[in-house]
C-alpha cells in the first residue's frame, strides 16, 4: 500500500492567514514567513491517501482538496473514509463531483459524521435538486464494526476530540491513521495490532488544547502503540521541521505534503 500525504496542516492551514494580516511578526519559529524557502512548511487541510489493489482510497475530503488533488494529479476516487465531520476535513466535498460522473463513491463514517455531512451539504442528499451536472453522487455508510475494503480489514478507532462525537481513527492494513485526538481509551487502544506505520496528529509543541495532543502527548501516544515508524499530521505553525526533529525518537518523523510512504501489507 502506498499513501501519499495530501496535506499535513491544522484547520488553519499553514502559512496563517492570522500570521500573513499580521506581518508574520508573532509567527513561532518564524515558519509562516519562511514557508516560501522550504515548502514542507506550507501545509494544506489534513487528509491521505490509500493506494493498493488499483484503487484508490481517500482519509477525509479536506477543504484544500481540490488543490491537492491537482497537485498529486488523482485521477480517481474509489473509497472515503471520515474520520468526523469538522470543516477542514469535509470541506471539499462538493469537488468530489468530478469523480462521480459515471458512479457513486461510498463513503464510510461514524453515524454523528455521516448526519454531519448530510446537514451540511444537505442539497447532495435532495432528490429535488436540479443537479445540473454539479450536485456529487455519495452513498453513505455507517461504520459501527470493522469491514473490509479491497482484500483489507478496516478498523475503525473510536478517538475522543474535544466535545465532538462520533470521532474516529482508521487501521488499514498495518497503517493506523488518527489525524485528530486528544485522548483514547483503554478499550480503543487495544483494536490497534502490530502497526508498520502510525499517522497521528500533533498540533502544537507546547500549548495545551482542549481537542488536540502537544508534540509531548504525541510522541507518548506513538511510544504506546510502538509502530515500525510514526509520522505526525494535522501540525500548526508551531512545529518547525529542523528545531523540533532533534525531539523525536529515531522512528518517528514530520510529515509534509506530497510525502510518499509505503506500507507492507500485515
Known amino acids: 500500500m502506498e499513501i501519499t500525504v495530501l496535506g499535513s496542516g491544522t484547520s488553519h492551514g499553514v502559512p496563517t492567514l492570522d500570521c500573513m494580516i499580521n506581518d508574520y511578526k508573532n509567527c513561532p519559529q518564524h515558519v509562516c514567513e519562511n514557508s516560501q524557502t522550504d515548502p514542507r512548511h506550507c501545509r494544506t487541510r ?5 493506494h493498493w489493489d488499483n484503487k484508490n482510497v481517500l482519509i477525509d475530503v479536506s477543504a484544500d482538496f481540490r488543490q491537492q ?3 498529486e ?3 480517481s476516487i474509489d473509497a472515503v473514509l471520515i474520520t468526523h465531520s469538522h470543516a ?3 470541506g471539499g466535498i462538493p469537488d468530489i463531483r468530478s469523480y462521480t460522473r459515471k458512479k457513486a463513491i461510498p463513503f464510510y463514517g461514524s453515524a454523528e459524521s455521516i448526519k454531519g455531512i448530510r446537514n451540511m451539504f444537505s442539497y447532495i442528499f435532495d432528490p429535488d435538486v436540479f443537479a445540473g451536472g454539479g450536485v456529487p453522487r455519495i452513498d453513505t455508510n455507517v461504520v459501527d464494526n470493522a469491514f473490509e475494503l479491497w482484500g483489507k480489514k478496516i478498523i475503525p478507532i473510536s478517538i475522543q476530540h474535544g466535545s465532538l462525537k462520533g470521532c474516529l481513527g482508521y ?3 498495518s497503517l493506523v491513521y488518527i489525524p485528530d485526538m486528544k485522548s483514547i481509551n483503554d478499550e ?3 483494536k490497534i495490532c502490530e502497526p508498520e506505520v502510525l499517522i497521528v496528529n500533533c498540533l502544537h509543541r507546547f500549548y495545551e488544547n482542549p481537542s488536540h495532543m502537544t508534540l509531548t502527548e504525541s510522541i507518548g501516544f506513538a ?5 515500525k515508524r510514526c509520522y505526525f499530521i494535522h501540525m500548526s505553525h508551531d512545529i518547525h521541521y529542523k528545531n523540533d526533529s532533534a525531539k523525536l525518537d529515531s522512528w518517528m518523523a514530520f510529515s509534509y505534503d506530497g510525502m510518499k510512504i509505503t506500507v507492507p501489507d500485515l
Open 46 to 50: 489534513s487528509s491521505v491517501l490509500l
Open 69 to 71: 488533488a491537482l497537485r
Open 73 to 75: 494529479k488523482i485521477h
Open 88 to 90: 477542514d476535513h469535509i
Open 171 to 173: 487501521q488499514i492494513g
Open 188 to 190: 480503543e487502544l487495544e
Open 223 to 227: 511510544r504506546r502503540v510502538k509502530p
